[in-house]
């Protein structure tokens, strides 16, 4: 069945150090259906503000090999990233009481930003209309579909117009339903956004997946409040790349100095304000034998004081590293050597940093809502997101090198049995196949 696979999110994506967690969606749908051809025939899908458009697959193909470079995704081992190597000296670094503010490692530069942004092949768009339109009369009265594995253009419905024009069967993959039920956790218009999201997807889609039961509880009961069509919904969680399944490779001796890590965009949502209240009794729990706390990830909006904070505090700056465009295989390393990932978030739609950690063998201390309940599987320490006292507990005891209650957690972590990526589109591709009937 020919899949017009809409990739306009990944196509840009060069400019980025590091993927995001739906980076990571959209690059493995083309990995697996562009790069590898394991699904039949393909049409590389990117909307433009003039058009949506196809692109040879000759070209989409060169261009992930680019990201894969760009991402760092063709090294062997961490020890092959200097960027790792570095954050690796940060955390390993005593506390100095006389330091403001975190330490902050950030990757890019934007000479090095501007470089990427030529490498796309931007005079293949000139010809994407025409391409789009053979191919869709080359595959008319046939079976086939069309993909889009991230939210992007999803809040202008008039760049969907064409699935209707050409009886197209349309399959989403909606991440979260978080702007619309939360908006204070979000930026200003992103409710509004969303929602535009949410109606493009109930008017078009022939097939729903989303990557957890939490999401599913959470878009259905939006689109039923806004007595909008509800379609068809399968449930496929994420999956994680390979550098957090153990494979044998060698790995860079990890920093000697005890850590835990916090992994995700620098967002209200995330709780840190509440964690960096946390880190401030674990300090005056353990002095100068506290850990340190790494952040890892972009800083996005509404996080004024948690900036501030980053960026001025003498009492937690000491204790801080903040880092940005980590590669997976850093991020791999960094994780495995960690005393725990800490994720403390208020909401999330799967929270992929908890399965890349349990992957790992590494204990995850989470907070206790639906979805980290739901993916965890009992394998996690799940804590009230506002239970501070229970929170510097467990940190504390979690820190000592002989720690009881950390090898309780990991013994827990190494039985996860995390979901592959091949796996994950192997059984969306399943749900699509059978919108119709072709059983693949």
């Not at 697959?57 to 200097?82: C, F, N, Q, V, Y």
């Not at 979260?176 to 889609?205: K, M, W």
């Not at 007595?227 to 399968?234: D, G, Q």
């Not at 800083?299 to 700056?317: A, C, Q």
Request: hydrophobic share 45%.
């Amino acid at each position: 069945m020919p899949v017009f696979l809409d990739l306009t999110r990944i196509s840009s994506r060069l400019l980025r150090g590091a993927p995001t967690g739906i980076d990571r969606v959209e690059y493995a749908y083309a990995e697996e259906l562009v790069a590898k051809e394991k699904y039949g025939p393909v049409v590389p899908v990117i909307t433009t503000p003039l058009a949506t458009g196809a692109i040879p697959t000759d070209t989409m193909r060169a261009h992930l090999a680019k990201i894969e470079a760009g991402w760092l995704r063709d090294r062997a081992s961490a020890a092959d990233d200097p960027f790792y190597m570095e954050l690796k000296d940060a955390i390993d670094r005593p506390a100095d009481p006389r330091q403001s503010g975190a330490r902050r490692l950030k990757r890019q530069n934007r000479r090095q930003v501007a470089a990427k942004s030529l490498q796309f092949p931007f005079r293949q768009i000139a010809g994407a209309p025409r391409l789009m339109r053979r191919s869709l009369a080359e595959t008319r009265g046939k079976d086939r579909c069309y993909f889009h594995g991230s939210h992007t253009q999803l809040d202008k419905p008039d760049r969907f117009a064409w699935l209707a024009a050409n009886a197209m069967p349309a399959v989403f993959l909606i991440h979260d339903a978080i702007p619309v039920d939360y908006p204070e956790f979000c930026s200003p218009g992103s409710a509004a956004r969303h929602h535009a999201r949410l109606e493009t997807v109930s008017t078009r889609a022939s097939l729903l997946i989303v990557n957890s039961s939490a999401t599913e509880i959470a878009v259905t009961r939006y689109m039923q409040a806004q007595t909008w069509r509800v379609p068809p919904i399968e449930v496929v969680h994420l999956a994680v790349d390979r550098w957090f399944i153990g494979d044998g490779s060698p790995e860079p001796a990890a920093p000697e100095r005890p850590y835990f890590v916090c992994v995700g965009t620098i967002e209200p949502r995330k709780n840190l304000n509440f964690l960096f209240n946390v880190w401030r009794g674990v300090v005056e729990a353990l002095g100068p034998a506290a850990p340190k706390l790494v952040l890892v990830g972009r800083r996005g909006w509404e996080n004024e004081n948690i900036v501030d904070i980053l960026e001025r505090s003498t009492e937690l700056g000491p204790h801080l590293v903040e880092v940005a465009d980590l590669s997976d295989l850093g991020l791999s390393a960094l994780l495995k050597g960690a005393r725990a990932l800490l994720a403390p978030s208020l909401v999330e739609g799967f929270s992929l940093p908890v399965a890349e950690a349990l992957a790992l063998g590494t204990p995850a201390i989470a907070s206790d809502i639906i979805v980290h309940r739901e993916i965890a599987d009992e394998r996690a320490l799940l804590i009230d997101p506002i239970d501070g006292v229970a929170w510097v507990k467990a940190i504390v005891a979690m820190t000592a090198k002989e720690s009881p209650l950390r090898s309780q957690w990991a013994d827990r972590a190494r039985g996860y049995q995390p979901m592959r990526w091949d796996v994950h589109v192997e059984r969306a591709m399943a749900a699509i196949a059978r919108l119709s009937g072709t059983g693949r």
